[in-house]
């Protein structure tokens, strides 16, 4: 890092002393290092030009049980500080904000509290009320029982009713370890770190939260909250002076000393191999081929970005794709179904891992299955890898490593989270950002045939700190731990004083006040309607003519790298092949095609391009109820270098796949069978939402058999046929060919988004790949999907400790007139009564309200909760609060807000040009999204009054719930059609 005593001075502020700075040219940022000369803090500000403003503060918490403490800690911290003593600033601060970005995160040994906005107010008020909410928290008591966990009688105030737990952090986490693979990753680290931090389960295993106290967290806090323990992190075009200024006025000037900073120890190592079994829960009859077997080692510090890079490129060269030696044979076994989720490299944790194993596999193949992965690994330390293939990863690596991000989290917060690590766990973060000379060192070591088979052999074959873990489905094991804390519950119940009732009773009931308390919203401070961008930003395209399609082209600063998309009309298909589709888009990119075998292609892939996907997109036509836009969607990315190569893998990939591989068809096929189980309890109310309004228009329909429910039923059945007949391989072979013949012919256009070095080469290389491949076939009929509009009632049971709750009701599309005001009732809805009563009151992780435009409906929901049919009768009482004193043109405006952020969130520069493309194909002109904004900003109390009247008040409902079996009775009787998933 250089050093410049004249910068020094220049940018300097009294209370922090500068520590250096570097220029990352590839990034185009400068990274300045200071540290706060009274506590040690430490901030690292990524000055770059760029309006969207991020800011970061991370703290080492080091919890060493599984009471969930810090996550817990997490929660309670947001619940009302010293200067802002209300009930739910972060909720509130969420409304009163054109925030496009706002959370905090509880890792396994650092908490942060980021958040990201274009409006330099904004920032402003953000920062004031983060601050304060990190070091002066009020951590109330009834807070905490609230977000972490509480007795409570099940009618309240009757203690003889049965004893219950409570609390939001407590109902997140029985959601959460409702998944296999958060199970099978606790399990694992519980192993791999028998006395580090990582050993326990820093959210909080649901069996242990109930013995965290109030004081243990408020002594965490004390220790672990402190600034010593703290590393800010900011991005953007404020200068470093400004931020530090507000950092001192706003907290730091408080502290007058240091505590010792809290670090992570490092493990000893075991001198031989461990092997361990665990069992997770699972309610399905049949437990065959769902045994996960896992084998990992544990590496190196993540200080050093070299050996972070090794780490990466030797994963990627040992399992990124279906030619990598590993993959290839995890996936080719016939004692599993799949590699497990969990094969890779882990950086995040001070001492990194490696990870390989399987899915869908039984617990008696696990010698088996090391014995394999073990023999694999010293056949690749005998006889080396193919050097194209390792060159192949370093491409990947120095392509992920240029690509300018920001459509998941915004670009700051990804480069401050890739580099978090390293300022929190005594490294470089500025050396894990300016990868360019690891990269180069890199390049250089891999000249060397003995490359890998020398990491391979020093990290993995001659390491002894190895964990082979079997973890099998049990399907008691859920009753069993609902038994247990029933007993468990029963017991404290018995042994209760009538002053302990009375206490229990008595926190109930000011848990319950205090969550009905009005707030008084001005305390905090807020942009307003007057603060809101006038325009929406528009984007110009170029519009060419290449080989007999319409090609339209964006310019934008994309750091080298070119983006290439086929868009094709989708024809008619039969039912069958409707049911294939999403089959066929993931086959599509994973199969041979007439000039290479499957291998190739994935080595062939790897080698020019950052990856080939194909999705299907079925959308609303604005002004057709019953009509929709359908596309199937071929995409690529490049280095501006490999366009010519892209352009051409694109072409061979559609034209000349080839789905006569039958085994690679049925590998596949178990992949995303063994996949599908991990995402439901993860998206639960997204799935459920989508269950609801599976009848309300075309493109809902098809997202719910395709992707929702009943497509996760449809995989499942297929994938059993496809074991116990060739004859259903034959068929499933032909249906997918048959896909891609009526999509070849069909009409097609082309997107490119490059930037001003691309633009040119990446139009006329298209050109040359695909020139006399677009011949379309007129008489191809298009294709036709309807809705019958009939409204469901249903329950989907699956393995699950907590609820998804959704009810939808009919709307409009989105060019009707009240889409606009609807959107601004869903925001207003959800924060102005769901939250309290759904989250607070009911001790759900979330719920809402919120317009869907695609399904023209109006959807309540619940995430993670307890409670079932209360909820349902809240979602009701929803319109009720809307027509009482207590809803407001304030709360009204405070939505418009919240919808407006949402609307203005802005992506990476590539997004934002896919995301015009696409407005435009499907009808949304500016002018359309302009009165949109208009009908959102507009919006009063009397026009949502109006529409929830026109709308809420049908009994035209729909209701779905993702739940468990233990509910089957209660769902039946209530007029639930039970499925099961």
């Known amino acids: 890092m250089t050093q410049n005593k004249t910068q020094s001075v220049q940018i300097n502020h009294p209370a922090f002393e500068f520590k250096g700075e570097q220029e990352i040219e590839s990034l185009n940022l400068t990274i300045q290092h200071f540290e706060h000369r009274v506590t040690g803090a430490a901030h690292y500000h990524l000055a770059a030009d760029d309006p969207q403003n991020v800011f970061l503060v991370g703290l080492r918490t080091v919890p060493m049980d599984s009471t969930g403490v810090a996550h817990i800690l997490e929660h309670t911290t947001l619940c009302g500080s010293e200067k802002y003593p209300v009930r739910d600033p972060f909720f509130m601060m969420i409304r009163r904000s054109l925030n496009t970005f706002m959370n905090a995160f509880t890792s396994s040994d650092w908490t942060a509290y980021p958040f990201a906005t274009e409006n330099r107010k904004d920032f402003q008020n953000l920062l004031q009320v983060y601050m304060d909410a990190v070091f002066f928290p009020n951590l109330d008591a009834l807070d905490f029982a609230q977000e972490g966990h509480r007795f409570e009688f099940e009618e309240m105030t009757n203690p003889d009713s049965p004893l219950t737990y409570k609390g939001v952090v407590f109902n997140e986490m029985k959601g959460a370890m409702s998944s296999p693979v958060s199970t099978l990753w606790q399990a694992f680290s519980a192993e791999l770190y028998p006395t580090s931090t990582y050993h326990y389960n820093s959210g909080g295993e649901p069996e242990d939260i109930p013995n965290l106290t109030h004081q243990q967290l408020l002594d965490f806090h004390k220790l672990h909250y402190h600034p010593s323990n703290s590393v800010f992190m900011t991005y953007g075009d404020i200068s470093a002076f400004e931020h530090q200024t507000q950092f001192e006025n706003l907290a730091l000037e408080r502290f007058k000393d240091t505590v010792p900073q ?62 990598s030696p590993l993959r290839k044979v995890l996936e080719e076994t016939n004692l599993a179904n799949a590699p497990s989720p969990l094969c890779g490299f882990e950086e995040s944790n001070k001492e990194m891992a490696f990870v390989v194993g ?105 390491n002894t700190h190895r964990v082979r873990l079997t973890m099998k489905p049990d399907t008691e094991l859920s009753a069993k731990k609902e038994q247990a804390e029933k007993t468990k519950l029963a017991a404290i119940q018995a042994k209760l004083t009538d002053a302990e009732k009375q206490a229990i009773i008595d926190q109930a009931l000011a848990l319950e006040e205090r969550q009905s308390q009005e707030d008084d919203p001005s305390i905090l401070p807020e942009v307003t309607k007057e603060d809101i961008p006038a325009d929406i930003k528009q984007y110009p395209a170029q519009i060419s003519r290449i080989a007999d399609m319409s090609v339209k082209s964006y310019q934008c600063g994309t750091n080298g790298l070119t983006y290439e998309q086929l868009i094709i009309d989708l024809p008619e298909l039969n039912e069958q092949e409707q049911a294939l589709m999403p089959l066929f888009n993931s086959c599509l990119t994973e199969v041979g095609t007439s000039q290479r075998d499957y291998i190739q292609m994935q080595s062939h892939q790897a080698e020019v391009s950052g990856g080939i996907s194909a999705r299907s997109s079925i959308h609303s036509k604005l002004g057709e109820p019953n009509g929709c836009h359908s596309h199937f969607i071929l995409s690529s990315k490049a280095l501006n270098c490999n366009q010519l190569p892209m352009a051409e893998l694109l072409n061979e990939t559609l034209n000349e796949a080839r789905f006569n591989e039958a085994n690679r068809l049925k590998d596949l096929v178990s992949q995303i069978r063994s996949s599908i189980d991990h995402g439901v309890t993860g998206n639960g109310h997204g799935q459920a939402m989508m269950a609801a309004v599976q009848n309300f228009t075309p493109a809902a329909k098809w997202k719910f058999e395709r992707s929702g429910f009943k497509g996760i039923q449809y995989i499942k059945t297929l994938h059993k046929e496809l074991q116990d007949s060739d004859d259903a391989m034959q068929s499933f072979s032909d249906g997918l060919s048959s896909i891609q013949t009526k999509i070849k012919q069909s009409s097609k256009q082309g997107l490119v988004v490059s930037d001003e070095t691309g633009i040119d080469s990446a139009l006329s290389t298209m050109q040359s790949a695909w020139r006399g491949s677009t011949e379309t076939s007129t008489s191809i009929p298009g294709f036709e999907f309807t809705a019958n509009q009939q409204p469901i009632n249903q329950a989907w049971i699956t393995s699950t400790q907590v609820n998804f709750c959704a009810l939808a009701y009919p709307a409009v599309m989105s060019d009707h007139e009240d889409a606009a005001k609807l959107s601004v009732l869903g925001a207003c809805l959800r924060n102005g009564f769901l939250h309290s009563v759904i989250r607070e009151k009911g001790g759900a992780y979330g719920g809402g309200a919120s317009y869907n435009a695609e399904a023209s409906a109006f959807v309540f929901y619940s995430y993670r909760d307890p409670r079932l049919l209360e909820t349902y009768a809240d979602f009701k009482r929803a319109k009720e609060w809307l027509m009482s004193s207590e809803a407001t043109q304030a709360k009204v405006d405070e939505a418009i807000l919240n919808v407006i952020s949402s609307m203005d969130k802005p992506g990476s520069p590539a997004g934002e040009m896919k995301k015009a493309f696409y ?57 639930f059609e039970i499925h099961t998933l």
């Open 358 to 462: 399987v899915q869908g596999s039984e617990p008696e193949h696990a010698q088996a299955i090391e014995e394999m992965i073990l023999a694999e690994l010293q056949r690749i330390v005998d006889e080396g890898v193919e050097q194209s293939q390792v060159e192949a990863m370093l491409h990947q690596l120095e392509l992920s490593q240029r690509e300018v991000g920001g459509d998941s989290y915004p670009y700051g917060l990804q480069l401050i989270l890739h580099s978090l690590a390293g300022a929190l766990h005594e490294g470089d973060p500025i050396a894990l950002l300016d990868t360019d000379s690891a990269l180069k060192q890199l390049e250089n070591e891999v000249k060397s045939p003995d490359f890998i088979p020398g990491l391979v052999k020093t990290l993995l074959l001659d």
């Open 262 to 323: 809290v670090h992570v120890g490092l493990e000893p190592r075991y001198s031989e191999p461990k092997v361990v079994e665990s069992s997770y829960a699972l309610d399905e009859e049949d437990v065959s081929k769902k045994t996960h077997i896992v084998l990992g080692w544990l590496l190196g510090q993540n200080q050093d970005p070299l050996q972070v890079l090794r780490g990466h490129l030797l994963a990627a060269v040992l399992l990124d794709n279906s030619a």
């Open 919 to 975: 407005q435009e194909l499907y009808g949304r002109t500016h002018d359309i999204r302009m009165a949109y904004r208009e009908g959102v900003i507009s919006t009063t109390l009397n026009e949502l009054r109006e529409v929830a009247e026109r709308y809420l008040s049908s009994e035209n409902t729909s209701s779905a719930v993702l739940t468990h079996s233990g509910m089957k009775d209660i769902v039946a009787d209530n007029g």
